[in-house]
């Protein structure tokens, strides 16, 4: 367990289910069911939180946890790495849907003095790996957090803000949490993560059953990440994408580490039972188009990265319209101002 307290605090609003649709950011689809239901302003309901909950804090304190942390612990690795690029120190930082500390055990005190860590299960707070820096693990809802305005200097996430419902509403609370002059990293799954094993189980289905449900939740578009930052109110923002392909020996070893990850699916449409024939026919499906020649076969996970700053009066700002002195018309013409003994490596 790290070093700090657990506090176990909850937003009063955490038990509320308002689970909803972010409308336009999906990927295909969604069928309504009976479990879902609007929010405010038509936002329809697709993730069950509790249900998440569920899977999050059985796949923790399972005695083998460790064994399927390897995605979080590259993309924490790959996080803290943005970290250190910024040259400063960050007195107190926020990592939200922090599981086992994924991130915190790449960091030092040279960098972050002090950690806020929030999950919503108890049982991957309660097991967090150890980290110099002194934490607190605080028990909340990612979609409600805690925190007074202007409260961190540095806000992270790593592979969670993908089970939130209202992305937008989201990004503007991590917005209102940050100091002026704070930054906000994250990392999420893409739109392209494990399409190998959505089109297998959809044909599998398509051919046994004559229809098929989603099985793999829906993912945001990285074309939207830039805007929902920006309608929070971030500037100097980064967005880019990553992918990592991890060979399994079939794919219901690929299900069973998806299980132990806690990333089973939780939309409210899901189907609740796969029928075996089914499971066979999409295994075989997997392993005729996309594996390996040495029998193993793909997963592909997608990661967006994103940085956003919270806007300060110290920071850069662009250049005035109509201030330029040289136009782009006169790229072609460089060399006419280059010397010729410089352009010919001449001193």
């Given at each position: 367990?790290?070093?700090?307290?657990?506090?176990?605090?909850?937003?009063?609003?955490?038990?509320?289910?308002?689970?909803?649709?972010?409308?336009?950011?999906?990927?295909?689809?969604?069928?309504?069911?009976?479990?879902?239901?609007?929010?405010?302003?038509?936002?329809?309901?697709?993730?069950?939180?509790?249900?998440?909950?569920?899977?999050?804090?059985?796949?923790?304190?399972?005695?083998?946890?460790?064994?399927?942390?390897?995605?979080?612990?590259?993309?924490?690795?790959?996080?803290?790495?943005?970290?250190?690029?910024?040259?400063?120190?960050?007195?107190?930082?926020?990592?939200?849907?922090?599981?086992?500390?994924?991130?915190?055990?790449?960091?030092?005190?040279?960098?972050?003095?002090?950690?806020?860590?929030?999950?919503?299960?108890?049982?991957?707070?309660?097991?967090?790996?150890?980290?110099?820096?002194?934490?607190?693990?605080?028990?909340?809802?990612?979609?409600?957090?805690?925190?007074?305005?202007?409260?961190?200097?540095?806000?992270?996430?790593?592979?969670?803000?993908?089970?939130?419902?209202?992305?937008?509403?989201?990004?503007?609370?991590?917005?209102?949490?940050?100091?002026?002059?704070?930054?906000?990293?994250?990392?999420?799954?893409?739109?392209?993560?494990?399409?190998?094993?959505?089109?297998?189980?959809?044909?599998?289905?398509?051919?046994?059953?004559?229809?098929?449900?989603?099985?793999?939740?829906?993912?945001?578009?990285?074309?939207?990440?830039?805007?929902?930052?920006?309608?929070?109110?971030?500037?100097?923002?980064?967005?880019?994408?990553?992918?990592?392909?991890?060979?399994?020996?079939?794919?219901?070893?690929?299900m069973e580490d998806l299980k132990g990850m806690g990333e089973s699916n939780c939309c409210w449409n899901r189907k609740p039972l796969l029928h075996r024939e089914t499971m066979v026919a999409a295994a075989a499906i997997y392993q005729e188009i996309y594996g390996n020649s040495d029998g193993s076969v793909p997963a592909t996970f997608q990661i967006y990265y994103m940085i956003g700053w919270k806007p300060h009066g110290s920071q850069a700002k662009p250049a005035k319209r109509g201030s330029a002195t040289v136009s782009f018309g006169d790229l072609g013409k460089v060399n006419e101002f280059v010397p010729e003994a410089k352009r010919k490596g001449k001193t």
């Open positions: 367990m790290s070093t700090g307290c657990l506090c176990l605090l909850a937003s009063a609003r955490s038990g509320v289910r308002r689970l909803h649709w972010r409308a336009g950011l999906g990927i295909g689809r969604i069928r309504m069911s009976r479990s879902a239901s609007s929010g405010p302003g038509g936002v329809v309901n697709v993730f069950d939180r509790v249900m998440k909950r569920k899977q999050k804090n059985w796949a923790a304190a399972r005695l083998e946890a460790a064994h399927y942390d390897y995605l979080r612990e590259e993309v924490g690795g790959r996080i803290a790495d943005r970290i250190f690029d910024i040259t400063r120190i960050f007195p107190l930082m926020l990592d939200i849907g922090c599981g086992r500390g994924y991130i915190a055990q790449y960091l030092n005190k040279e960098t972050v003095e002090r950690i806020f860590q929030v999950d919503i299960a108890e049982n991957a707070l309660k097991n967090t790996v150890e980290s110099e820096i002194p934490t607190c693990n605080i028990l909340a809802d990612e979609e409600f957090l805690p925190f007074k305005e202007d409260m961190f200097d540095l806000v992270v996430s790593s592979l969670s803000l993908h089970w939130v419902n209202d992305l937008p509403r989201a990004f503007r609370q991590i917005y209102h949490v940050l100091k002026p002059d704070g930054v906000f990293i994250g990392a999420m799954f893409g739109g392209e993560t494990l399409y190998e094993l959505r089109c297998s189980l959809q044909l599998a289905e398509q051919e046994r059953e004559g229809g098929f449900s989603p099985h793999v939740s829906p993912f945001t578009a990285v074309t939207d990440l830039g805007n929902l930052l920006t309608r929070a109110g971030f500037n100097m923002m980064t967005v880019d994408t990553d992918e990592i392909q991890v060979n399994y020996p079939g794919m219901f070893e690929v």
